[in-house]
């Protein structure tokens, strides 16, 4: 079961595309990543013939209407084919309506509404340094506010 944490961060993304890249590389392990949205499951090919990535029952890819989900693990090697050839800019805004990276049944970043600036947020094993570098680095404006889920 994948759990929301009750405390995360809400920041703003000022740079979709390296931000999503950081948090890839800063979670990549033990994690998995579920991607929703209107693009073509096959945009993944690319990447599984790269990094002989394997999308299977355990990791389900199905299609509700018009919208692809796609989930698959996440591991340090996939951070940078993923970054050039499946999430640029252009893309992210436009295809993927909702980004997840679940760390041990717990979502640790999460962009929902085709990355809307409001629909941003982090969980706990982003560190406040990390948070730092990124607004350092001009991928997020920072941390917006502390909020509770009901979740």
Not at 10 to 25: K, N, R, S
Not at 46 to 62: F, H, M, V
Not at 118 to 134: F, K, Q, R
Request: with cysteine; hydrophobic share 40%; charged share 20%.
């Amino acid at each position: 079961m994948i759990k929301i944490p009750a405390k995360r961060l809400w920041i703003v993304p000022l740079d979709c595309c390296g931000l999503l890249l950081h948090a890839i590389q800063a979670l990549a392990g033990d994690s998995y990543m579920v991607v929703e949205g209107e693009f073509e499951p096959s945009c993944f090919q690319e990447i599984e013939k790269l990094i002989a990535l394997k999308i299977t029952s355990e990791t389900p890819r199905e299609s509700r209407g018009s919208r692809a989900i796609s989930a698959f693990s996440l591991t340090p090697e996939v951070a940078l084919p993923l970054s050039q050839n499946v999430f640029r800019e252009a893309e992210l805004k436009n295809n993927f309506e909702a980004i997840q990276i679940v760390r041990k049944g717990v979502v640790q970043f999460i962009s929902g509404d085709y990355f809307h600036p409001e629909c941003v947020s982090v969980g706990s094993d982003i560190s406040s340094s990390l948070l730092a570098d990124w607004v350092q680095l001009g991928l997020t404006s920072g941390p917006l506010r502390r909020k509770m889920s009901s979740n």
